[in-house]
């Protein structure tokens, strides 16, 4: 399951759906997470799609879910076959539409396409051990697929999670983090950049991380983060043998229409939006502008 296809149920992709914003919270001094309601219907997606997100008057972005289509009102398996009328997103305050859409509150409405693009391949990572290294703001997008192995735990091998931020200031979905640290479900590893007088954690770049556990080189890897990041993370999973077809880089910060349109995403013979915003990294591993 890597695509969800809704033509049945909102034929015309070009044109936004309202969705009424039933919880927004402030976590960093940038971003806002939002959970939304659709007023006319369900959202069937898959981990890892992406919607464009608009507020008239000021244009749209592509935003990546950051709630798994397992889950309805943050109810693990509560979701029906017609998909969840509730999702969650996180918006960092970065540009005009951004910015827009961070002084909205409960009770008004966003409005969004899609889903759109082709998400995480979960089936070929059935049954094997899924590491998931995450940095910054890219735990939203792959917050999808975290709580989708979660909420199908036995379906999949060991499970392990990365997550590097900046500073302790940074650090996105606390409550998530405080059930992660204690769950026998995962294995959880944290650092910081830089830490400060409350961090008593890792210190150092997410790549430190490797050093305090092992990996089988059956292993799956999702990596979402700044691109700059990943070469070093594959540099990594080189030395420990994990084949570049079993790792996916998710990179959705090219896109702009979501429909291979603009042609703002086109690296070569790619479109980040429509053969993405997820690939292999034996895909697109010589295309060196993908990863800058």
């Keep these: 399951m890597g695509t969800c296809s809704c033509a049945s149920q909102h034929e015309n992709i070009f044109l936004p759906r309202e969705a009424e914003i ?11 997470h939002f959970t939304l309601k659709m007023k006319d219907g369900a959202m069937q997606y898959a981990p890892g799609q992406f919607l464009e997100v608009s507020v008239h ?7 990546g879910f950051a709630s798994s289509p397992t889950r309805e009102g943050g109810v693990p398996n509560a ?3 017609l998909g969840c009328r509730t999702f969650d997103i996180v918006i960092r305050s970065v540009g005009r539409v951004s910015t827009a859409v961070n002084t909205l509150e409960q009770g008004q409405s966003l409005f969004v396409r899609g889903p759109l693009g082709k998400g995480f391949n979960v089936d070929v990572m059935t049954a094997h051990p899924v590491l998931v290294v995450a940095a910054g703001i890219g735990l939203c997008p792959t917050r999808s697929l975290i709580q989708y192995i979660f909420d199908r735990r036995a379906e999949f091998g060991r499970f392990t999670l990365f997550y590097g931020v900046k500073s302790p200031k940074e650090q996105l979905f606390l409550g ?14 944290e650092t910081v950049d830089r830490g400060d007088e409350t961090w008593k954690g890792n210190v150092g770049l997410i790549t430190t991380l490797f050093k305090k556990t092992t990996f089988a080189p059956d292993t799956r890897v999702v990596i979402c983060g700044p691109p700059v990041m990943y070469k070093f993370v594959v540099a990594e999973l080189d030395a420990i043998g994990i084949p570049h077809h079993h790792v996916f880089v ?9 429909l291979g349109k603009c042609g703002h995403c086109q690296m070569n013979d790619k479109y980040v939006c429509l053969d993405g915003p997820v690939f292999s990294v034996a895909e697109v591993e010589r295309l060196e502008e993908l990863f800058s």
Excluded: H, Q
């Excluded at 039933?22 to 806002?32: H, M, N």
């Excluded at 008057?57 to 935003?63: C, F, Q, R």
């Excluded at 998530?176 to 590893?189: A, C, I, M, P």
């Design 250 to 258: 998710d990179l959705e910060r090219r896109m702009k229409c979501g």
């Design 79 to 81: 979701a029906s076959a």
């Design 22 to 32: 039933i919880r927004a919270t402030r976590v960093t001094e940038l971003e806002k």
């Design 176 to 189: 998530d983090l405080t059930r992660w640290r204690g769950s026998n479900e995962v294995e959880f590893f």
């Design 57 to 63: 008057g000021y244009g749209e972005i592509p935003i």
